[in-house]
């Protein structure tokens, strides 16, 4: 037999009865009150990392969090009516584009390596989760041994130090980025090649490069960065560029950075031109060879600015190329 305490079937309906407004609780009486209060609005997510085994490496997504964007930025040569017209077909804002940053942690048994580090705590208020994702996924910044960096843009490379006690954020690590990106960053190049509204992307890569001179090896396209983990030129966003090749036990993970950025337009629209693409052109070029290479090849795509975890294929129907987000069960 029910205890009086309990939630019946028969007390609620008699609390609804009553008029009363919200959830109505039968206390040890018998009697009605009303439940304790409304809960608050937590305004959280859970934290942000996502896990699965390639071969024998496990790799963790984790969530740098997410920022907004104008969709004007999106494809500079386009009218704007048609890329509106995609962006609502799709049921996506037409106006603004929230974008995921999602960063790839690779175990190779051997060495962890962070691949990019996150804004860091100046870049956007919704940003710089990643120290708080990489310890919820178990790890600390000092376990780190490599961190290679895609490009110079600040939502990649802005978490390398440390401003509060001016130290690099990764203090065991080695840095890794190609001998283009370094230079055209490091020198005057990025403050006179930038549009207007890109400029202080150069002041902040001044802040975060040079410091880690001495820890940083420039490397050259094709450059292994452990075996197993390969670097692969993909210029146009930024002059240096470069996505990674990870394989192991067969499988394979193109880590494409920001070669491809967009759900629909970067797969359907690759000669769409974003204006964060630097040499649009030679962005295109880049975004054409990677989606043929990852449809031919069926590998997994990492994408960083879709939604997270942003794992995915890209299946191809003539010319035109489609983002099928992974489905998979979770699985270790
Ligand atoms: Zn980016």
Redesign the pocket.
């Given at each position: 037999m029910m205890s009086d305490r309990k939630l019946t079937r028969r007390n609620v309906l008699a609390g609804a009865a009553s008029g009363a407004a919200g959830l109505v609780l039968a206390d040890s009486a018998g009697g009605i009150r009303p439940a304790r209060a409304a809960a608050p609005m937590m305004g959280t997510q859970v934290p942000g990392w996502y896990r699965f085994k390639l071969g024998s490496f496990e790799i963790t997504i984790l969530s740098d969090g997410s920022y907004e964007l104008p969709t004007s930025l999106m494809a500079t040569n386009r009218p704007r009516e048609e890329v509106k017209a995609l962006l609502a077909a799709n049921f996506l804002p037409t106006e603004t584009r929230t974008?995921h940053?999602n960063i790839p942690l690779i175990n190779t048994g051997s060495e962890l390596i962070l691949v990019?580090v996150g804004g860091g705590p100046n870049w956007q208020p919704t940003a710089g989760r990643l120290t708080d994702n990489l310890k919820a996924a178990g790890f600390k910044p000092e376990d780190i041994d490599k961190v290679v960096l895609t490009?110079g843009?600040?939502?990649?490379i802005w978490g390398l130090i440390d401003e509060f006690d001016e130290a690099p954020r990764f203090p065991n690590a080695t840095y890794h980025i190609a001998e283009a990106e370094w230079s055209f960053w490091t020198t005057d190049e990025a403050a006179i090649r930038l549009a207007e509204p890109f400029k202080g992307f150069a002041v902040g890569a001044k802040k975060h490069l040079p410091p880690l001179a001495d820890k940083t090896t420039r490397v050259k396209p094709g450059a292994e960065i452990a075996p197993g983990v390969v670097t692969m030129a993909t210029p146009g966003?930024t002059p240096g560029h470069m996505s990674l090749i990870v394989t192991s036990g067969g499988e394979t993970l193109i880590v494409s950075?920001?070669c491809v950025?967009h759900p629909f337009i970067s797969f359907e629209h690759p000669g769409w031109w974003p204006s964060?693409d630097l040499e649009q052109q030679v962005a295109e070029n880049s975004r054409r060879k990677l989606l043929d290479m990852a449809a031919t090849d069926k590998a997994m795509m990492l994408v960083?600015?879709i939604s997270f975890p942003g794992l995915g294929h890209v299946a191809r129907t003539g010319d035109v190329y489609r983002w099928v987000p992974a489905m998979w069960n979770w699985r270790l």
């Open positions: 974008s940053v990019d490009h843009h600040p939502d990649h966003h950075a920001d950025t964060t960083y600015h």
